[in-house]
């Protein structure tokens, strides 16, 4: 069984390559930097969509969230839900406007719209730095989850499993850029969505019946029934914490919100938000759902993050196995070069170019440098993962909540709050960012709230106050931004 389910994953792998080598081609004509990590901005609704929702979902997605599901009962699988109007929030507050602004400005980085609103070096230099920092652990834990992955459904030594996946990942972000990167997502995402459907089916027929699996949950704990979960860990608190960093404060991350200027029109953007809805919602249920019912199936799992795995192999034939085995490491791929390009661009684009702005000429050049950077970059992450922690779901929701409490007000109020200036910007992302790293390090929990939520609030707090002693913005002129 495990070579059909290699074979298959071989396969997709060479799909994979074949995108890449495509938007290769695709990139020889127009500005190298827009085409490389913006696409030339001509992504249509449905790539708009999947890239979008490929890029939200990772490693967490298919193993720790129905790990989770798995021990804790179908209380977890409405939890979950929370994260439906993901996509609908993030292309209605930042969408259009944001696109709109990054066209005048002709940005091209997420840093580069926030130079121009804000016209100051220090919010870029934060803004690079915390970027940076945050990404080492995103994509170290998605590096961890694709190795592991293979390791429990392929037989793959952990060490052979990252380098498969590191060096392929890493070869087609360096050398595809951002068409390589949503081509693929596309196609990920209908993986992803297929796999999930095919899996759900497959447990619920394992188990009997969607009544018979319920019925057997209740019996192992009536708890797992519940929608308060096992240990009455779903509290108003915890649920509270759960939205505002997985949902709400997905609008702050840098990877969403280049995404939101990088489409082709404002039917794109509708188009975006009802596809990009419906997946979300389909693959949220499908997969904490198959987690949930899973236990009914196998009910003496150690180590929960294992269920997903441990279920393609037992209840799907290899062919199906080998196909569900691609929709996880789709989800790890897209989250995975979203990070890379936006980290790639953090290097080239904001620090070094804009310390050496008469280099921008030189296209060749900027070709050669944003492709090894690229490259590099996948590797040095690849050496990070070698010796993986125990749990991955914390470091990576640690890497995704720093992101929200550095970004995530500078954003909106730069967007939708004129008088906002560069102090504000400032005192928000020090705020936001020193709290969460401190409250998150030494697991405080402030009247049981996650971390995300006091950082956010505080950070808000600091940014209106800040505002106050800051000097007004002139408007940016269109040249603002160089390249």
Not at 412 to 419: A, C, K, N, P, T
Request: net charge positive; glycine share 8%; charged share 10%.
């Amino acid at each position: 069984m495990q070579t059909e389910i290699i074979t298959v994953l071989i396969v997709y792998l060479v799909v994979v390559f074949a995108l890449s080598m495509y938007a290769m081609r695709k990139r020889s004509s127009g500005s190298f930097l827009s085409e490389y990590f913006l696409g030339s901005r001509s992504m249509g609704g449905l790539v708009l969509a999947m890239t979008l929702t490929a890029t939200y979902v990772s490693a967490s997605s298919f193993i720790g969230g129905p790990g989770a599901a798995y021990k804790y009962g179908l209380g977890w699988v409405l939890l979950a839900m929370i994260q439906v109007p993901t996509i609908w929030l993030s292309l209605g507050i930042l969408g259009k406007k944001f696109a709109i602004l990054a066209r005048r400005y002709n940005a091209i980085t997420l840093n580069d719209m926030l130079q121009a609103r804000y016209q100051n070096r220090a919010v870029v230099w934060i803004a690079s730095i915390s970027l940076l920092v945050a990404f080492v652990g995103a994509i170290a834990v998605q590096f961890i989850g694709g190795a592991r992955l293979l390791e429990t459904a392929a037989g793959i030594k952990y060490e052979n499993g990252l380098l498969i996946f590191g060096i392929s990942i890493a070869l087609y972000t360096a050398f595809g850029g951002f068409r390589a990167s949503v081509l693929n997502d596309t196609m990920q995402g209908m993986v992803m969505l297929i796999g999930t459907l095919v899996l759900l089916a497959g447990v619920i027929y394992a188990a009997g019946g969607l009544h018979s699996a319920v019925q057997t949950l209740e019996h192992i704990d009536p708890k797992l029934v519940s929608p308060h979960g096992a240990d009455d860990i779903l509290t108003p608190a915890f649920m509270t914490s759960f939205w505002v960093l997985v949902c709400f404060g997905v609008i702050g991350l840098p990877h969403t919100a280049v995404r939101c200027i990088s489409y082709k029109d404002s039917k794109a953007v509708h188009r975006g938000i009802i596809i990009g809805t419906v997946v979300v919602s389909l693959l949220m249920l499908g997969m904490h759902l198959a987690g949930a019912l899973g236990r009914a199936i196998i009910p003496d799992l150690t180590v929960p993050d294992l269920v997903i795995p441990t279920l393609m192999v037992k209840v799907l034939p290899a062919w199906a196995a080998g196909l569900f085995l691609a929709a996880p490491m789709a989800a790890i791929m897209s989250n995975v070069n979203a990070h890379l390009l936006q980290a790639s661009a953090t290097i080239v684009k904001d620090l070094w170019l804009s310390a050496r702005p008469a280099k921008i000429e030189n296209e060749r050049r900027l070709k050669h440098i944003s492709t090894w950077t690229t490259l590099i970059l996948g590797v040095l992450m690849m050496l990070a993962a070698w010796r993986p922690p125990e749990m991955i779901i914390w470091l990576n929701l640690l890497a995704f909540g720093g992101l929200e409490a550095v970004f995530l007000w500078p954003l909106v109020l730069g967007l939708y709050w004129e008088r906002a200036n560069a102090a504000g910007a400032l005192s928000a992302m020090i705020v936001g960012g020193v709290l969460y790293a401190a409250l998150a390090t030494f697991n405080i929990q402030v009247a049981g709230f996650h971390p995300i939520v006091p950082s956010l609030l505080l950070s808000l707090l600091a940014f209106v106050i800040g505002n106050r002693f800051g000097q007004p913005v002139a408007e940016a002129p269109n040249i603002t931004v160089n390249h």
